[in-house]
């Protein structure tokens, strides 16, 4: 198997806060647009719509995000962070949950039928590792959570956004929704959106979506609600829940047809297209869980363009930017973004690239 790419990141290009923060606005990162055989190009994001052509369409991502972060004591009294990452597949009466320390490290030594209490009166009970519920240790776990109602409803009153390390500021829920964001009512019936924003649409704004419109870029949906984003070495990503509606069918199929393209806008969006992609890169409508990972052993067959920001040495999501783009192009991403001091993170610089 083709190893992810691997480079170093300098400390001094993590996003520590919000754009807005540093006098930023969100459509105003940077934006470095790639393509095969072409040098790159260094924009801002609000120069999107005219980095893509009329009848190109756009693919966002409508899932809105959790405050899915809560403070908790374990067993034998030592405090604990819980990262609520989204439902168990097939049992909606169970949760994914990632434990960490008030640091923020990893925590591996949970067990079966430990209670961590939670606040509120609400408490969690680990039932077995996930995904492997053999596993020795493990970061994260099938839990119930007992929140005397909606876990949802329960999270937003007193949880708190997912933040990682690499930021020094604690920035509110608010932060962390998209423009297109808005709740849905997943196929699950759990009510619960994504435990971490799908933050390749974060910098798009009103005011690029209408000059989208105006150049005549069409703008289409999908919904895939992110679960925990932090994975170790080696591991894949997770199933994820997503909904491709059949009007963004139609635009996907309609956009082939007439030999345009369709770009995502972050792995997320690649991901849920991508699963109800046919052989010939034709989309149908459909909902459900996705476990499809992306790589050289499946390249993309419908996206051909994706919005994304920027990812960590040899993160697992760098081969599906090479699935939809080529190695050569992601390479070349890459190697000028560390050079020009592009920003990384959630709350960092954009990359378009193209096939």
């Not at 790639?34 to 190009?41: E, F, N």
């Not at 009329?54 to 004591?73: H, K, Y």
């Not at 949970?110 to 606040?119: M, Q, Y």
């Amino acid at each position: 198997m083709t190893a992810p790419l691997s480079f170093v990141l300098p400390d001094r290009l993590s996003a520590t806060e919000p754009p807005e923060a540093r006098g930023v606005p969100r459509d105003g990162v940077r934006l470095l647009v790639a393509r095969p055989g072409v040098p790159v190009r260094h924009r801002r994001f609000r120069d999107l719509p005219s980095a893509l052509a009329p009848g190109d369409v756009l693919v966002v991502n409508t899932s809105t995000t959790a405050p899915a972060a809560v403070d908790g004591t374990r067993a034998d009294g030592r405090p604990v962070t819980v990262h609520v990452s989204g439902p168990v597949p097939d049992d909606p009466g169970r949760w994914v949950v990632e434990l960490r320390t008030p640091d923020r490290e990893r925590v591996h030594d949970g067990s079966p039928g430990e209670v961590l209490t939670l606040p509120c009166g609400a408490a969690a009970v680990l039932v077995a590792a996930y995904p492997d519920p053999r596993a020795a240790t493990s970061r994260l776990w099938c839990a119930t959570i007992g929140a005397g109602g909606s876990l949802p409803a329960w999270l937003e009153r007193i949880g708190r956004p997912i933040t990682y390390s690499h930021l020094r500021t604690a920035p509110s829920i608010a932060d962390f929704r998209t423009v297109v964001s808005r709740p849905d009512r997943d196929f699950a019936g759990t009510g619960f959106p994504s435990a971490e924003m799908p933050s390749a649409g974060r910098p798009l704004t009103r005011d690029v979506l209408r000059r989208l419109a105006a150049r005549g870029v069409g703008v289409a949906e999908v919904v895939l609600h992110t679960g925990v984003s932090s994975l170790e070495a080696g591991e894949t990503p997770l199933p994820e829940r997503y909904r491709v509606p059949a009007r963004t069918a139609d635009a996907v199929n309609a956009a082939r047809a007439a030999r345009r393209r369709v770009v995502a806008v972050g792995t997320t969006v690649t991901r849920a297209l991508e699963t109800v992609a046919a052989e010939d890169g034709s989309v149908r409508a459909g909902s459900g869980w996705t476990d499809l990972v992306l790589g050289p052993g499946r390249p993309a067959r419908t996206v051909d363009g994706l919005v994304t920001g920027w990812h960590e040495p040899q993160a697992s999501h760098l081969l599906l930017l090479e699935a939809v783009a080529g190695r050569d192009t992601v390479a070349a991403a890459y190697e000028a973004a560390l050079a020009e001091g592009y920003l990384w993170h959630e709350f960092g610089d954009s990359c378009l690239l193209l096939a």
